[in-house]
């Protein structure tokens, strides 16, 4: 008797798409049954905005008399105004001369003689220029920054770096320092410590501490732990295992905190002119503000200049070896050059001799309007294209869309790609905005930053997969991007200004060639790093380059891809509020206004929270996605 083995039919299977399809056609059915209702309009009369402006009033007003700035606030205010005071009267005092024989002398020490010509000449061009004394304000105010920065911001990371319970105290807020847009800054300062090169420098200081805190614990976290269980078995104390051992081994890469705090620090100078810091920022917002390329050129060409040279000579001391030495040749030479311009500095008057000034501001608005006339099709092409197929239909559609629909959209996005956590952040931070009765123009900002994320993301992936696949190619390019990466963000509106106007599409194009250069790194990097013999096998098993591009190096580089994106979101999100001050309108725009007319700057004040609360959510859910797993790790075979 023989038995037959009856198999039951397995039941359908459903495939993947038509979940996340039955979820998005009931989203576009809700919109359209609900839209143009709970959208929440803008309202510049709003009660929030006025209580803060009234608060703004009610501080002016007791400024003396309150014991908080009597005791405290005004302290602080007093002792970082004398920083600023002594580093400008000493820098004044050498004369130009003296200033630029004393900066030739310092290069030539940090990386030889061809970094100390190059700072010559480079000091020079700020006199050429016309903006000696606005640089010197600049280079006073960047260094009380980057001494401040650097006294609060090396202690707490050598301590994040010695104990995970500070790191894990520190970690978030620098994160949300991080995220903060430049703006950001200034409303708090303004109100707390009036205007003026104090509350400049305190809020320079404030911006480029993070990085001070968090390369200062990573070069401490990455001592070897061999020579402190050795310092520690000779009897050494932590005192003297953290003077003898820790600091010296974590010398190069503490030079590096330095530098990137002094990068952080000139790509903020500019903005905090709007609290009435001194400096070159002063040329550019007024250029700004006439859309006068002419005005701002000489000035952004001079921030460019003092950044590259600072750049130079702080990654030469960084690369130098613990145990290199300065040879008697190369003292010899930068202090005869240092004593050479201290003493032409007492022999000529310490002002920049008119007779060596150059004014170019006619010719480059001359040039821009023939660049302006000659290129108007192709510009106005690219801005009514972008306008119309992306901006407006994309803006009509978040704020038409009820908030809570909104909300509901981002909550579950969210959940779906980064967790539950980071998708209750995003919903707190969106509820908030609306709370702050700033949806509205959060929605428009949200338009713009989706907008140039996206083409920032298209291009970076283009030109980091081009350079991870040739060494030609990553060769030629690595200086571009070395130069774009010491570029303070205002110089990137320079040119767009020039070629687009005062229009959104200005902002969307200077973020865009601004967040693009560090996209491309970390593309290149991230495919690069996937491992060789992954690589090899998928060769030898016959896959084309395109299938082992989309097969395997890029699944495999998704966490750097993650985090390129994540990047790609901040510094978008900065460039557009800075973009406020060329046309881009929304929240960049009140920040702006808040700042220029005294009756809105409770909106200002709010919109620049607001503002903060996007990058928030935003970086929350390009984090959390690079947390988790991808779904080849999550399928269980």
């Not at 009509?396 to 981002?410: C, E, I, K, M, R």
Request: hydrophobic residues 55%; aromatic residues 8%.
């Amino acid at each position: 008797m023989s038995s037959t083995a009856v198999s039951t039919p397995r039941g359908l299977r459903v495939p993947r798409w038509v979940a996340p399809a039955g979820i998005a056609a009931g989203f576009a059915a809700a919109y359209l049954v609900f839209r143009g209702t709970g959208t929440l309009p803008h309202d510049s009369e709003a009660p929030q905005f006025a209580a803060v402006t009234e608060l703004r009033e009610w501080i002016d007003d007791h400024r003396n008399d309150n014991p908080v700035f009597l005791y405290f606030l005004n302290y602080v205010r007093l002792f970082v105004g004398g920083v600023y005071g002594a580093f400008h009267a000493a820098l004044t005092a050498l004369g130009w001369p003296g200033l630029i024989g004393v900066t030739g002398a310092l290069a030539w020490l940090a990386g030889g003689r061809r970094i100390a010509a190059a700072a010559v000449a480079g000091f020079c061009s700020f006199g050429v220029l016309g903006l000696w004394e606005s640089s010197v304000e600049t280079l006073a105010l960047v260094a009380a920054a980057v001494l401040l920065s650097l006294a609060i911001g090396v202690p707490l990371g050598v301590w994040a770096g010695l104990s995970r319970r500070v790191h894990r105290t520190v970690t978030p807020v620098l994160d949300v320092m991080q995220i903060m847009p430049t703006f950001a800054y200034l409303a708090p300062l303004a109100l707390f410590f009036h205007i003026g090169a104090p509350a400049g420098t305190i809020a320079t200081m404030i911006y480029a501490i993070p990085p001070a805190i968090r390369i200062t614990a990573l070069a401490i976290q990455q001592v070897s732990p061999t020579a402190v269980e050795a310092s520690a078995s000779l009897g050494a104390t932590r005192a003297q295992t953290l003077v003898k051992v820790h600091l010296p081994l974590a010398r190069s890469t503490m030079a590096l905190a330095v530098n990137q705090t002094i990068m952080m620090a000139l790509s903020m100078v500019v903005i905090a002119n709007l609290i009435n810091a001194p400096g070159l920022g002063s040329d550019i917002i007024l250029g700004l503000s006439r859309a006068q390329v002419g005005i701002m050129l000489p000035a952004g060409v001079a921030i460019v200049v003092m950044a590259m040279l600072l750049d130079r000579m702080t990654v030469a001391v960084a690369r130098r070896g613990p145990h290199s030495r300065i040879g008697r040749a190369r003292l010899a030479g930068a202090g005869a050059l240092a004593v050479a311009g201290v003493a032409l500095g007492f022999a000529l008057p310490r002002e920049w001799p008119r007779a060596l000034t150059v004014d170019l501001a006619a010719e480059i608005n001359d040039a821009v309007l023939w660049a302006e006339t000659s290129w108007y099709g192709v510009t106005t092409f690219a801005k009514d294209t972008t306008s119309y197929l992306l901006l407006n239909p994309l803006e009509g559609l978040f704020t038409s869309a009820p908030w809570w629909l909104v909300a509901a959209a981002v909550l579950l996005v969210a959940w779906r790609v980064s967790g539950v956590r980071p998708a209750l952040t995003a919903l707190g931070c969106l509820l908030a905005i609306a709370l702050l009765g700033t949806w509205e123009h959060a929605m428009r900002t949200m338009t713009t930053v989706a907008v140039a994320v996206s083409v920032t993301l298209v291009v970076g992936l283009a030109l980091g997969v081009a350079a991870a696949r040739s060494a030609r190619w990553s060769a030629v390019q690595r200086p571009v991007l070395d130069a774009a990466q010491t570029m303070p963000a205002f110089v990137y509106l320079l040119p767009a200004l020039a070629l687009f106007g005062t229009t959104r599409f200005t902002a969307i194009f200077a973020s865009i060639v601004y967040a693009v250069p560090p996209v491309v790194r970390l593309v290149e990097e991230g495919i690069r790093n996937v491992p060789g013999p992954v690589v090899e096998a998928a060769v030898s098993a016959g896959s084309t380059p395109g299938q082992l591009l989309w097969k395997v190096q890029l699944p495999m580089a998704r966490r750097a891809i993650l985090l390129a994106a994540n990047q790609g979101i901040v510094m978008t999100l900065a460039m557009v509020v800075v973009g406020g001050l060329v046309g881009a309108g929304a929240l960049g725009y009140d920040v702006v206004l808040g700042f220029s007319q005294r009756t809105d700057f409770g909106m200002g004040f709010i919109a620049g929270v607001a503002t903060v609360l996007l990058g928030v959510m935003l970086d929350r859910i390009t984090q959390g996605a690079d947390r988790r797993t991808s779904p080849h790790q999550r399928t269980v075979t």
